[in-house]
């Protein structure tokens, strides 16, 4: 059996995606969307392209919010990078710091609730799946909270850093 999924997996993941499922890629989407010239259905269309022509792959067993959050944020920093190639007037830096205020601002949203912040920032790091919910049981252990990964606390505190993500998202589009 191949490592990857082939076209046809993928299409069949892709119809028996859950309600669930497509309403997080449908977020991500529009998350990522956020500062490209194009909507976020173009977006999610260019990743499953992607995944279809075989330019990126479906590694078999890989979660389908995982795999197309990461083609589209890719996708999306492309197409900024080819903007401010295409308008000289508009330089890398400056689509960088963009980034970079619009990230601080999401952050500053949290800024009242400095556990869901500090959360916030660890995930934008990159640390995601067991390891983040590794790392938020240890952070509630030091501060005498709760212990181990599966302690239902600490799924109360991902969705309310989800719907934290989605007011932000929604007050800037």
Known sequence: MPATLT????RKTIQNLTDGEKT???????????????????????ALCRLLEGTR?????????LILAGIMRSVAWGWRRRLSQDNPDESVSF????????????ISAF?????LQ??????L?????????????QLLQQKGL????????IDSLLRAIRRGVETFRAQTE
């Open 125 to 137: 790091k990159g640390t995601k799946g067991p390891e983040l919910r590794d790392w938020i049981a």
């Open 111 to 115: 800024d009242d609730k400095p556990l």
């Open 57 to 65: 792959t479906w590694p078999r067993g890989a979660p389908a919010v």
């Open 24 to 46: 997080a890629i449908m977020k991500i989407a529009r998350l990522c969307a956020l500062r490209t010239p194009y909507g976020y259905e173009d977006l999610f269309h260019e």
């Open 95 to 106: 689509a960088e710091q963009e980034w970079v205020i619009l990230l601080q601002d999401l």
């Open 118 to 123: 500090h959360i916030l920032v660890e995930m």
């Open 7 to 10: 076209a046809r997996e993928i």
């Open 146 to 153: 709760a212990v181990g990964a599966d302690v239902p606390q």
